[in-house]
Every structure is written in structure tokens, then in C-alpha cells.
């Protein structure tokens, strides 16, 4: 591959974290505003995507430390166990389980399921755009 | 006061719609791929004035989110088309 240019390489490097920083945030208060795992997934696609275009899949792959193929399935098991927590405790499959912690808030299994979605949307996509780059 | 601004409002988002028709044009017309993406780029930024726009009308702070979000995102698509554009010509 080509060496890219100067400018796109280091606005990649400081622009791919914001955008992960900001699909957390996204991620985190999605249950009241607007938000949510889904969205939270399609920015840190975008963000990893950019990388992608400017230094190449294989790259991006050791950014990630992880293959976004492994991450679809990672993904779709979490969001099962959020659904599972509610079922194994015997109210109906995908019951809402809140708790609250000290310092944290409050937490659930929507928020475990929001997780579960916004890895596997990360998957899916950056899997997707690797497959279309490197045909 | 209010009035001033309901106005500045006004005129500021018929600006932007003239904006958005001229833009629409060349991206309509654009002999080349590469005047099309730059119209695309410039649709997007418009769109991000309009969304200010009624933000500050109505006050709904959440359309500020959308507008940061869109302005962090939109470039990746121009990159996206510009790397396709090498690619074509590398070819031919």
C-alpha cells in the first residue's frame, strides 16, 4: 500500500480515540437520551474506519488487538447472558435487572445489552469495510 | 430583542436554503466525480448550519449532540471518495 499523506496520517492518529472516547459517551448515557449501543457502535466504526482508510486493514487489526470478526460473536453472547440474567432468576427472558453501586450509579442488564449490541455493530461494520478493502 | 434574532434567524436560514439550492446543482451537474464529492462535502457543513439553526430557535439541546457528531463524521466520507478517486486513476 501506498504511503498515505502527512496530514491524513496524523489527523488519524489523534482523531480515531476521540471518536472512540465519544461512542462511549454515547454508549454510557444512551438509556435516558437520545443514544444507545447502536449509534455508540456506528461512531466507533466510523473512527476505526478512518484508520482504516488511511493506513490499511491489517493495521487496524492490531489497533483493535482484536479481530472485529471475534468481536461480532463476543458481542451477540453478551447481549444473550444480559437476556439470560433475568431468565435464570425466573422472571421472563430478557427482564431488566437494575442495581445500584456506590460511586458508579445505577447499573442493569439493559446497559450489559447495550454493550453486547455496540460490539457487535463494531464487528460487523469494521468487518465489512475490511472485506470491501481488501477485494 | 427577541424580534432581532427571530429575524437573524429568518434570514440566516433562507441563506443557508440558498446555499443548499446552488449546492444542489453542481451536484447535479458536476462534469466531474470530484466537483459531486466536494458539493456532498459542502451539503454536509450546510447542514450542520441548519441544525444550529434550530437549535437555537426552538432551544432543544439535543440537536447540538447531532451537529457535533455529524461534523466529526462527515469528512470520513470525502476521504472515502477521494481514495476511490486515486484508485480510478491508478488504473486507467
Known sequence: ?135 | MLELLAGAQFAAMIVLLIAAFITFIRLAKGPKLADRVAALDLLAVIFIGMMLLHTISTGEQVYLDAVMVLAMISFIGTIGFARYIIHERERS
Not at chain 1, 487496524?60 to 447481549?79: Q, S, V
Not at chain 1, 433475568?86 to 442493569?108: C, H, R, S
Request: one cysteine or more; aromatic letters at 10%.
Open chain 1, 1 to 135: 500500500m501506498k504511503k498515505p499523506s502527512l496530514l491524513l496520517e496524523m489527523a488519524a492518529r489523534r482523531q480515531t480515540p476521540v471518536l472512540l472516547i465519544v461512542s462511549l459517551w454515547v454508549l454510557f448515557r444512551g438509556h435516558n437520551h437520545p443514544g444507545g449501543g447502536f449509534i455508540g457502535g456506528l461512531l466507533a466504526a466510523g473512527g476505526l474506519g478512518f484508520y482504516s482508510l488511511t493506513y490499511g486493514p491489517k493495521a487496524t487489526r492490531r489497533y483493535m488487538r482484536i479481530d472485529p470478526i471475534r468481536l461480532i460473536g463476543i458481542g451477540c453472547l453478551t447481549a444473550l447472558g444480559a437476556g439470560l440474567m433475568g431468565w435464570l432468576g425466573g422472571l421472563p427472558f430478557l427482564t431488566g435487572i437494575w442495581t445500584d453501586l456506590p460511586l458508579i450509579g445505577k447499573v442493569g442488564t439493559p446497559l450489559l445489552f447495550d454493550i453486547g449490541v455496540y460490539l457487535t455493530v463494531i464487528g460487523a461494520a469494521v468487518s465489512m469495510l475490511h472485506a470491501f478493502e481488501e477485494a
